[in-house]
C-alpha cells in the first residue's frame, strides 16, 4: 500500500517507493529505496514535493499501526574480525536454536571441502592486494557441482526460525500488484510472479535446468558449424525447466550462471544473456511465454558470430573498421540462422534483429531509434551490454556489475531505454547474487542473498581478510544488521570476474 508523503515530512525509516518525477532526474540509482539518513532526506526535499511511500518495506515505528515484520537487530561481526560463523546450534538474536540455512551451510561446505592445496593455490594468487576472480570461483565452481551431486535428492525436513528476508519476501509478494509499464505493448497482459522457493530450495532446480539448457547451447552451435538443421522441438522443454526455475526463485539461476566459467565468445554470453532477460522479463510481469520467447532470444542472440572468423571475435587489441564491419554482420547472419528454424515467434527474429540497436539511432543495422526499437530489442540491448562489460573480453578487462549499471544508468535515455535500465537494475540488485565486493574493512566477500528493502545491504559470506588472504573459518555477516555509525561494515565496491570473449 503506497501513501503520499509530502517532501517536509519524509523520516528516515521510510521505504520510497515512487516519487513524483521520473527516476533519472534525480541522483538516486535505485528505484525505491529505505531512507537511511539525514542526507538522503535532504536530497528527496530538495528533487521532490510529494513521494509515495511503501508502508509494508518501511522500517518499525515510521507508521504505528504497521506490523512488526523483522527481529531484533543481531549483534554484528567488528571489522576485521576472523570469529568463524557459528556451528548449527548458535543463535545470532533471539537466544534460540537455529540451524544455518541450506545456503549458508552450502557454501561453507564448498569452502572445506577445497583443502589446503586448493586453499594454498587461491593464496599463491594474491598479488599487489588483488585477488583473481578464477582462483576464488574456479574452485568454488567445482565444490559446489560436487555438493549438488550428492544434494540433489535431498529434502529440508525441519525448518527453523524464518529469517528476515524470508519474512520482508513474503511481506514484499503480498504487497506487489502488477505494474503496466507505459514501454510494454498493451497487447502484453502483465502479471505478479511471487517467489515460492527460497534460493537454497531452488538451487538443485536451478542447476539442473542451467546444465540442460548449456548442453544445449553447445549442441546448437555445433550443429551450426557442422551445416546440419537445428530442431526446435529440442529447445521447447529445456527453456520450459529455464523459465520455471526462474519463476520459483530467479536468484537461484542467476547464482548459478555467475559462478560457471563459459567461453564468453559465443554460447556463453548467450546462455548469461537468456538468464537475465528471464529474471528481467519476470520482474517486469510478463507471461511465462513471453518468458520463454526471451530465453530463446538470448540463446540465439549471437549465433551470427558461429560465421565470423574467430581470429576478430579473439583479436586482443581493437578493431579496424573494417575488421568492425565484418564483426557487426553476425547480426545479419544470426538472421538468416534463425530463418531456418521453424515456428519461431516474430518477436525472437525482432529481438535478434534489434539487439545493437540504440535509442540515439547510432546502433545497427538498421540505425533504428527509439519507438523505432522494440520491447524485446531494447531489453536485449542492456542485457548483452551488461553481460559483455562484466566479463573479460580480449580487447578489455572485466568491470564489477556496480560499476556496469551505473555505467548503463549514465548512458540511459542516450544509448539505452532509461526506464528498461531502472527495471534491470532493480531485477539483479546493485551487487547481485554470487558477486565479489569489497567491505569496508578491507575484506572480501561474496554476496548470497540481496535484502529486499535496502539493497547495498545483502547478506555476504567473508572469505578473506583485510590483507586479502582467504580466512580458513568464513563469517557470514548480514549488512542489514550493523551498529549505528562508522563501526558498521559496508560494501566499498564491487569486483569485476568472468572469463574472455568479444562482443
Known sequence: MLIKVAAKDIRIGMFVAELDRPWTDTPFLLQGFLVEDQHQVAQLQSYCKVVYVDRTRSADGVFPETRDLTPRPRPTIPPGSKKSIPSADADLGSGKARKLSDAESLILDVIEELGPHDRTAFGSSVASGEITHSSLFGSLREGIANLFRRREDARVSE????TTGDRLKAADNAARTP????FIPSSIHVTVHPETNTIEEEMPQARQAFAQVEELSHQLVDDIRAGRLFSVDQLEEVIDDVVGSALRSPDALMLVTRLKQQDMAIYGHSLQVAVY?????????LPSEE??????LGLFLDLGKTKVPATLLYKPGPLTPDEFDLVKQHVSLGMELIHQIPALHPMIFEGVAQHHEREDGSGYPAGFRAEGISLHGRMAA?????????????????ISAYEALRKLSELGGRLFHAPLVEQFTQTIGVYPVGSRVELSSGEVAVVLRQSTVRRLKPKVLVVTGPDKVPVPSPTMLDLLYQPVGNEAVHIVRGLPGGSPGRD
Open 159 to 162: 525448518r527453523g526460525i524464518a
Open 179 to 182: 505494474v503496466h509499464h507505459d
Open 277 to 285: 532477460l528471464v529474471a528481467l522479463g519476470r520482474h517486469l510481469g
Open 291 to 296: 518468458l520463454a520467447r526471451l530465453a530463446t
Open 382 to 398: 542492456i542485457v548483452d551490454t551488461f553481460v559483455a562489460l562484466t566479463n573479460p573480453r580480449p580487447y578489455a578487462a572485466a
